[in-house]
C-alpha cells in the first residue's frame, strides 16, 4: 500500500487528503493548526506524525499557501526532503512562480528526490471529490511516481512538460484569465444594475449569451443570492495575480486587464472582505456607485 | 403573407434578410452598397425598392451601424418613418444607448408607429442561419407585431421590458463583458508564451479549466490558426465598448476593465488592423513582447 503524506489540511488540502484516504492510501496528514490533523484523524488519516512517516513516505503532497510556505516545508536544516527517502516524490500543489518551481526541482534532485510540479484547480468541493484538476510538468519518473496519488486526488491531469515551471506557468495563465473574468463579472453586474437591469435578469440572459464565462457561471449566482460564505476567497487574488504580474515584469510583458483586475481585488480587501468569497469584488463596484446589491448586509 | 423591409445588408443583416425569405416572409432590402441589393435579389428579395414599399410594409428591421445611421434611416423629411403606415413595427438591431431607444421609440409613436429595441447577438453565421439571439425591450403589441420577423431571424428572444430602452442595455453589458473576454484572451494567450506555452497548449488546457469563456472559445482558435479573417472586426469594439462607457460615465459607473480592453482595441485599430477579426487585439500583445504569433504574415 502506498505511503503519503499531506502538508496542508486547510480548504482544499483536507479535500484532498480525505480522497486519498478513500482510493485506499495509507495517508499521513499536517498542519499549523492541529483540529485540523485531529479532524482527519477521524476521517481515516493515520495517526502517528507525518514527520515520524517522512522516511518511509512514497509520495509528499504540499498544499499550503505560496512558495515562501512550501520552501519552510521543504527545505532547511528540518526541512522534510532531508529526511525522505530517495526515489521518492513531492507533489507541490501551491501557486507558485515557475522559476520557484524549477528550483525547488533542482534541490530536489540534490536529495535523490524526484519533484512535480504540480498546481491545483477546481475549488474546494472537487477537491473533496477527488476531481481537481492538475497542471502538471516534471520528469516522466515523477509522473509514474506521483500517479497513485494523482489518481485519488484528480479527474484531469495536463502533462505540460518534462520539467518543473510549465505546470506553474500555466496555473498562472490560468489564474490570470479566472481572476479577470470574475472582476468583469461584478463590474458587468453591477453596471447593469445602473441601467436598471436585476442581477437575476443579468444571470439569466448573459450565462445563455456570448458574454459568459466559465467563473460567471459560478460566481454570479453568489452574488444574486447574496451568499458571500467564501468557497475562494478575495485574499487568493492579491497573491494569484501577484504572481502573475511578478513573472510579467520579468518578461517584460505588459498586461493591462490583469492589473485593473489586481486593483479591484485589492480594494474589496482593503474594504476588510478579504476573507469573503471573491465574488465580493462585486461589492467594491457596488459602493463607488452607491448600489444596494442582494443579501441583507451587502452595501 | 407579411411585407418586411430590411435596411442595411452587411455581415449581418444579409444573413437576416436571406433568413426572413427562407421563412416565407416577403422582403425588401436596402443598403448603401448597390451590389448587397442585387445580390440579395438573387437570394429572393424583392426587385422592387423598398422605398417603393414603405407604405405597404408591416415591420422594418433596420440593422445598420450605430445610432446615427439608425436615425439617418428613420427620421429627417425622407426617413422611412413618415412613409410607414401606422401599427407598423420597426425592429432597431444596431448597438445603441438606452436613451437612443427611447428616444427613438417616442418619435415612432408619434408617426403612429410601433418600436422594438431589439439589439442582435450571434455573429454571422447564425445571422444566415436565422439562429440570432435578440435582447429585446418594447410594447406588448410591438412583440406581436414583430413576432413572423423574429421568428424568421432568431433562436432565443430575451423579452427585457416594455419599453425600448432595456434591450439596448443588456446588449450593452453583454458587449462590455464579451470585449473584455476577448482582450484577456489575447492578453493570457500572449503572457503564456513568453512562458514557453504554445497558443495551442494554452487553447487545449484553458478551454477546459475555469479560465475559459465563450469568446475564449471562439476567438482563440483564430489565433492558433493565424486566421484573421473579419467574422467580427476589431472596429467593433471601439465603437461598442464606447457605448458602454458612455452609459457608465452618465451613470458615474467605474468600470476599469472595460476601458483597459478598450485601450487594447484602440491599439489594434492604430496599428490598422481595425478590418481585421477582433482575435486580431492579441496582435497588439504580441507587438509589445516581441513575441511571434502563428501564421505568415503576423508580427
Known amino acids: 500500500m502506498a505511503k503519503i503524506g499531506i502538508v496542508g489540511l486547510g480548504s482544499m488540502g483536507f479535500g ?14 499536517h498542519d499549523v493548526n492541529p483540529d485540523a490533523v485531529t479532524a482527519f484523524h477521524a476521517e481515516g488519516g493515520q495517526t502517528s506524525t507525518l514527520h515520524a512517516a517522512a522516511p518511509s513516505l512514497d509520495a509528499l503532497v504540499v498544499v499550503v499557501l505560496n512558495a515562501a510556505q512550501t520552501k519552510a516545508v521543504l527545505c532547511g536544516a528540518d526541512g522534510l526532503m532531508t529526511q525522505m527517502r530517495p526515489g521518492a516524490v513531492i507533489l507541490s500543489c ?13 534541490e530536489a534532485e540534490k536529495h535523490g528526490l524526484l ?8 475549488g474546494t468541493v472537487k477537491a473533496a471529490e477527488g476531481q481537481l484538476t492538475i ?3 516534471g520528469r516522466p519518473e515523477a509522473f509514474d511516481a506521483a500517479r497513485p496519488t494523482l489518481d485519488a486526488i484528480a479527474a484531469q491531469v495536463f ?9 506553474s506557468a500555466m496555473k498562472s495563465v490560468n489564474q490570470m484569465l479566472a481572476g479577470i473574468h470574475i472582476a468583469a463579472m461584478g463590474e458587468a453586474l453591477t453596471f447593469g444594475m445602473t441601467q436598471g437591469i436585476s442581477p437575476e435578469t443579468f444571470l439569466d440572459v448573459i450565462s445563455r449569451s456570448a458574454g459568459t464565462s466559465w467563473m460567471l457561471e459560478s460566481r454570479a449566482p453568489r452574488v444574486v443570492s447574496g451568499d458571500y460564505d467564501a ?12 504572481i502573475a504580474l511578478d513573472i510579467a515584469r520579468d518578461a517584460r510583458f505588459s498586461a493591462p486587464l490583469t492589473a485593473a483586475a489586481l486593483q479591484q481585488f485589492l480594494a474589496a480587501s482593503g474594504m476588510g472582505l478579504g476573507a469573503e468569497d471573491d465574488s465580493a469584488v462585486a461589492k467594491v463596484y457596488a459602493r463607488n456607485a452607491r448600489l444596494t446589491l442582494p443579501g441583507k448586509d451587502t452595501p
Open 94 to 106: 501551491a501557486t507558485v512562480p515557475p522559476s520557484f518551481a524549477h528550483e525547488m526541482e533542482a
Open 135 to 137: 497542471m502538471a510538468s
Open 16 to 29: 484532498m487528503a480525505c480522497s486519498m484516504v478513500r482510493a485506499g492510501l495509507e495517508t499521513w496528514g
Open 231 to 242: 468557497r475562494s476567497s478575495v485574499d487568493i487574488w492579491p497573491k494569484d495575480l501577484g
Open 115 to 122: 519533484y512535480l510540479d504540480a498546481p491545483i484547480s477546481g
Open 159 to 167: 502533462t505540460l512538460g518534462d520539467h518543473a515551471g510549465p505546470g
